[in-house]
Structures are given as structure tokens and as C-alpha cells.
């Protein structure tokens, strides 16, 4: 079999060094090489036969991810390899794709329970229910059938369809017609039959070699400009949905479920509004890179391609993927759990690198209390979290003591992976913290037609709360804010998105914190952390009151799986001070704080102070001043959007006062 084998693969090498002298020949006349004079019949059945355990055939539209892998995925024969980076490392598009969860869409088993009890709630709008999810979880299964003009898609269908079980694969983003991205939404997409549109062949590049494609899977591939912009994403990444009431009857409102895309445009990000210093979602979430890669396997004549997207398609799920890593065989999914570990290592590393910024301040410190901001920056081009409405993200702050003893702690989460504290129904927008059982969760949380809180997709009518942090640049007077509401948010949080002038468009959130401290003098460590949860419990507790074979089978994978939230971001800071401020009673102040122009302001002083030195945060000097009789003194501080420490010494007594320059 060994032997077999080898004698395949030493048969396509031949086929590709016989087949390589007609084509430099019709190369060197100017002309593109003819694809039938490349590859037998038997070359031919191969690249239809799928990878490695890819779905493979094709029904009326469109053609399974496996009958492109025998030239989009690796390529292990020479003299010149494909798919490959500047480094040799292999990026094939199927291999990088098959682990994402867009290529498990149709598999997932949070959406399949999620429909299952939507269902449930309203069982007499399980087909049109069921049509609508799978227009983007299955598209290339319920497109069949729209196309085919045959009415709406069942789960019951999809579950024995292999091209519809592909999820979010090949030809259903690279099929979009250009006509109309960016403007149908809720699954509503539009496909030309018969392209694949890509990247590469605007006029100003080489032509495509498009023969082997249109001979082997019968596409035509095109240039397409529109598949690295937002709008390729917009048909599925923003959704509308109709409300039902507790009876089950169309009210004739609509709820905005997600609406990643119009966020988006509601940015800085916004490339149609800034095509110089936009990005678009691939741009994060497929990677370019400068390489030139020969993109097909098996034509080593073909010129390489710059730049390069990688298909990582990373989002922030590292719970799902996860659970998805854990159920490969009971859930039949193609990608390796080695391959899953990629998918994750680079969901994390964009949740961890690209999401946010933070920012720990001590604003003032008694006896009595301390005075803590933490500071939230949104660096993604859209909400954090945006899309699905069971995603959240919340603070912990945690104060020890010089000990490590807990003196305050707000966002700690138990073992069941609830935040402590939460609400019984659900937890308010913070501006000030002041206890232990108040947590900063940025959120939606969506309301019934009776204004309560709902997980029935169905039931929503409006959003009781949506706290989620905006993106830089977003608007309350943007023409698509009507599907990008803030919710549940006090117009007296005026540094909610707003700038300190008032502006609009920050993209971050302050929460101030007022931690007892109950006369404690000591040193403390004040921690700040972010963590995301996309699946929280209490989003569970609706749909696992149903039982349904779906509902069953992803109860049991939930509970099974660790759901210990993702850590995004943290910061940690140390207060060395061991005596509290007693200046003010000396009658000594120290203005303003924060400081706005850079200059700090001493004054009170008299025969009793004997020095005054200025520290930066990390500890280095950066003044020291002997008063003599002075009774005011000023500094223009080096740097401006930092922190220092002022040490006066008087009467044999040590104090320190912390300034925040702004």
C-alpha cells in the first residue's frame, strides 16, 4: 500500500514537470496556459474528494470546502510550494479555516439548542424560525433551496445535508454578489452563481488563471474588490428580528439582536467614511500579511499573490471553541484538536491584545477610604462585546492588604462561573462603586413586550440595558444609531464615551470605585481585571428548563466544560505609602488633582517643612525642594498622562499625597 502510494505521488510530480513545458511555452508567447493539458482524470477526482474529512460534492449553487482543498490547501510537492509564506509555513486557507466557528456554524451546539428553544416557546413559527438561522449558520444548504425557489429550510434538512453542514464555507462569502453588500441584513444575502469572486486581479494586476477552477469545480474566479471590505459581513453580522408577546403573536416591532456591522459604520473605523485610516473586520479578524503566496497548489508558473488573508477568522469565543475542541467526534468535526489549539491561541491573543487598554488610577486615599478609577479603552471597531447577546464582559477589582489579606473585592465570580453580587435579575450600569455586591458587567440585556428580562430571541422587544463598551469614534446622533442604541446608561456618567470636554467618541468608560478601608495605613495592591464570557450561566437558565434532544445534548457539554471566564486585560498597581495624608490639617494643600496644565501647585507651607520631593510611579526623583520660608512652590510636571508622588517631611512625620496628571 506503502508502495502504491509513493507511486501516486511520484505520478502527480510527473504529470506537474511534463505539464510544466507546455505551459512556459504558452507563457513566453504571452498567452495563459490551457488547465486541461495539466491534470488526468484521476488528478481531477482527487481534488474532488475532499481533505483530510472536509465535506466534499456539491448541490444545485455551491460546492463543499473539500473540493477546494486539493489546490487551496497544502501543498507538500515541489519545486515551488503554494500556500506557503515567505518563512515556508504553510498558511492554506481550508486547514486555518476548519477550526474556526464559522466553518462549525451549522455544527455548533449552542446554536442548535438556542433554535431548538426558540422553537419550543413558539412552536407554531418553527419554519420560519428555523429558515431564518440557517440562512447564515447553513448558508450554502438554504440558499440551495431559496434559489431553487422550494420555500423555507428545516433543521431536519440540515441535518442531512453535507454542503449545508459545511457552515460558513467557501463559496457562501466568496459567491456574494458585490450588488448589495452593506445593504440587506438579517440573513438576507445575495449570491451569482457560478463565481468566486476574490482579492486578486483588479486591472492593475496579473491576470487570474482562472481555467483549472472553472474545468475542475465550475466557477469562474473573478476579481472581486468587495471581499475585503465590512460589507461582505454586514448580511449576517447585523440581524433584526420580529417580536413576539408571551402568547406567541407578531406584535409588528422588531429587535435589533446584533448589529455588529452598523457599529462599525458608527466608528472611526469606518473605511467609508476614512479610507486612509479605516479597517475593516477582515483586517483584524483575517490577518493580511506583506508575503506573495502562489495561492493554488500544483501551478508553480502562477504569480504570487500580495497581499495575503489569512483564514484564522478569530473572534473572541474561546469558550465555544473549547467545547467544540472537546466533542470532536460526537459532534463529526473535521478540524484536530491541534488545530483547535491554533484557532484558540489566536482568539486569545486578539482578545488579549486588540480589545482593550487599562488604566488603574488612585485618585485620593484616607483613612476612611480610597478612591480607585479604572479606566476601560475599546480598541475594536465595534462594541465590546458585540454580536451574540449572551456576551459579556466584566471588572474585578481586587484590594489587598500589605499581607495579601482581601480588604475590598467587587467582580470576583464563584463556582458556577456567576459574578458575585450579580443582581437577581440583572445588574444595573455602575458610574461609582461603593460595595462588595455591586460588579461593572458591560452588557445587553434584552426586555419582553412587558418590560422584563428575556433570553427568547423571539420575545425581545427592547433593550432593558446595553452598557457594552462603544467603539472610537461612536455617535449618538450617527445615522445608524437607531440600531446601535445605549441603554441603561445615566446621562450623569459623563465619561460614558465622552471625552473630559464632553465630546463624544472616547470609546471608554471610567468606573470609580470608594473601598472602605477602615483606618488601615498600610501598603496596598490594588489588581484590575477584564474577563469576557461569551455563554454566562445565566443566559443558560431559560433554554435548560426545556428538554429537547439538542437542549440535552449541549446541557451535557456545558456543564461538562470549564466555563472560567477569558481574562482580556489587567493592571496591577502597589500604594507604598505607610502614613495617611494629614497635610490638610497642617494646612498644606496640593492642587489641583488631577492636574490639567502640567503644573503642580504647593501651598500652606511654613517653618516646619523641612523637604519636598516629587516621585514618578516608578519610584525615580524627579524634584526635591528645600521651602526656607517659602509658603508656596510649583513644578511643571516632565510628562503629562502619568502619576506621581509628592513626600512632604515635616516635624519628623512623613506624608504622601498621589497627583494624576490628566
Request: proline share 5%.
Amino acid at each position: 500500500m506503502k508502495h502504491l502510494r509513493t507511486l501516486s505521488i511520484r505520478s502527480i510530480a510527473l504529470a506537474a514537470v511534463i505539464g510544466m513545458v507546455a505551459v512556459l511555452v504558452a507563457w513566453d508567447q504571452g498567452r495563459l496556459p490551457e488547465a486541461k493539458a495539466y491534470h488526468s482524470r484521476a488528478d481531477l477526482e482527487k481534488f474532488r474528494g475532499g481533505g483530510q474529512g472536509l465535506a466534499s460534492g456539491n448541490n444545485n449553487f455551491f460546492r463543499a470546502s473539500g473540493d477546494c482543498y486539493g489546490c487551496h490547501g497544502p501543498d507538500n510537492i515541489g519545486p515551488v510550494f503554494a500556500n506557503r509564506d515567505a518563512n515556508g509555513h504553510d498558511v492554506n486557507t481550508l486547514d486555518d479555516w476548519r477550526s474556526t466557528m464559522m466553518a462549525n456554524s451549522a455544527r455548533d451546539p449552542f446554536w442548535r439548542a438556542k433554535v431548538s428553544h426558540e422553537v419550543n416557546v413558539n412552536p407554531g413559527h418553527q419554519s420560519a424560525l428555523e429558515d431564518k438561522c440557517t440562512s447564515c449558520h447553513a448558508p450554502m444548504g438554504r440558499y440551495d433551496k431559496f434559489l431553487m425557489g422550494l420555500g423555507h429550510y428545516s433543521i431536519a434538512e440540515l441535518e442531512q445535508d453535507p454542503i449545508a453542514l459545511d457552515g460558513v464555507s467557501c463559496l457562501a462569502c466568496h459567491m456574494q454578489s458585490p450588488d448589495s453588500i452593506g445593504l440587506h441584513f438579517s440573513g438576507k444575502l445575495k449570491f451569482d452563481p457560478g463565481i468566486a469572486y476574490g482579492p486578486y486581479g483588479a486591472p492593475e494586476d496579473p491576470p487570474i488563471f482562472g481555467a483549472p477552477m472553472e474545468s475542475f469545480v465550475g466557477y469562474n474566479p473573478i476579481y472581486g474588490e468587495h471581499l475585503t471590505q465590512a460589507g461582505v459581513c454586514a448580511g449576517c453580522h447585523t440581524l433584526i428580528t420580529e417580536t413576539a408577546d408571551l402568547e406567541g403573536n407578531l406584535t409588528g416591532d422588531h429587535f435589533v439582536e446584533q448589529a455588529t456591522y452598523h457599529e462599525w459604520l458608527n466608528s472611526s473605523f469606518n473605511t467609508d467614511a476614512d479610507p486612509e485610516n479605516g479597517i475593516s473586520c477582515q483586517g483584524c479578524h483575517m490577518q493580511r500579511i506583506s508575503d506573495a503566496v502562489v495561492i493554488s497548489a500544483l501551478y508553480d508558473f502562477l504569480q504570487p499573490r500580495a497581499p495575503f488573508g489569512l483564514h484564522h477568522m478569530a473572534g473572541a469565543n474561546v469558550f465555544m471553541l473549547n467545547l467544540l475542541k472537546h466533542n470532536i467526534a460526537e459532534l463529526e468535526l473535521t478540524a484536530s484538536s491541534v488545530r483547535f489549539d491554533s484557532t484558540i491561541a489566536r482568539t486569545t491573543r486578539l482578545l488579549q491584545q486588540q480589545t482593550l487598554l487599562i488604566e488603574n488610577t488612585i485618585v485620593g486615599r484616607t483613612a476612611d477610604q480610597l478612591d480607585v478609577d479604572v479606566k476601560l479603552t475599546n480598541l475594536a471597531g465595534h462594541k465590546f462585546p458585540s454580536g451574540y447577546p449572551a456576551r459579556r464582559a466584566f471588572i474585578e477589582l481586587h484590594v489587598t492588604d500589605a499581607t495579601g489579606a482581601t480588604i475590598f473585592r467587587s467582580g470576583a465570580w464563584d463556582s458556577s462561573y456567576e459574578v458575585v453580587g450579580h443582581d437577581p435579575d440583572w445588574e444595573p450600569h455602575h458610574d461609582v462603586i461603593t460595595s462588595e455586591d455591586q460588579a461593572q458587567i458591560y452588557e445587553m440585556v434584552m426586555g419582553d413586550v412587558n418590560g422584563n428580562k428575556t433570553t427568547v430571541l423571539e420575545r425581545a422587544k427592547t433593550p432593558l440595558k446595553d452598557n457594552r463598551l462603544t467603539p472610537l469614534g461612536f455617535s449618538t446622533t450617527h445615522v445608524s444609531y437607531d440600531t446601535t442604541l445605549i441603554a441603561g446608561v445615566s446621562p450623569e456618567d459623563i465619561d460614558f464615551n465622552r471625552y473630559g470636554s464632553g465630546v463624544e467618541g472616547s470609546g471608554a468608560d471610567i468606573t470609580h470605585y470608594q473601598v472602605p478601608m477602615n483606618g488601615y495605613s498600610g501598603m496596598i495592591t490594588i489588581e484590575a481585571r477584564v474577563w469576557y464570557q461569551s455563554a454566562p450561566p445565566r443566559w443558560m437558565e431559560e433554554m435548560f428548563a426545556f428538554n429537547t434532544p439538542a437542549i440535552d445534548r449541549f446541557r451535557d457539554m456545558y456543564l461538562a466544560e470549564d466555563g472560567s471566564p477569558t481574562l482580556v486585560k489587567e493592571a496591577v498597581i502597589t500604594d507604598m505609602s505607610l502614613e495617611i495624608d494629614g497635610l490638610q490639617e497642617a494646612g498644606i494643600r496640593i492642587y489641583p488633582n488631577p492636574i490639567h496644565d502640567g503644573l503642580l501647585r504647593i501651598e500652606g507651607l511654613d517653618a516646619r517643612t523641612q523637604l519636598i520631593t516629587v516621585l514618578d510611579a516608578k519610584g525615580a526623583l524627579v524634584a526635591a525642594y528645600s521651602p526656607k520660608g517659602d509658603p508656596t512652590w510649583q513644578l511643571r510636571l516632565p510628562q503629562a498622562q502619568a502619576t506621581y508622588m509628592v513626600v512632604v517631611e515635616m516635624g519628623g512625620a512623613r506624608f504622601v499625597k498621589r497627583v494624576v496628571v490628566h
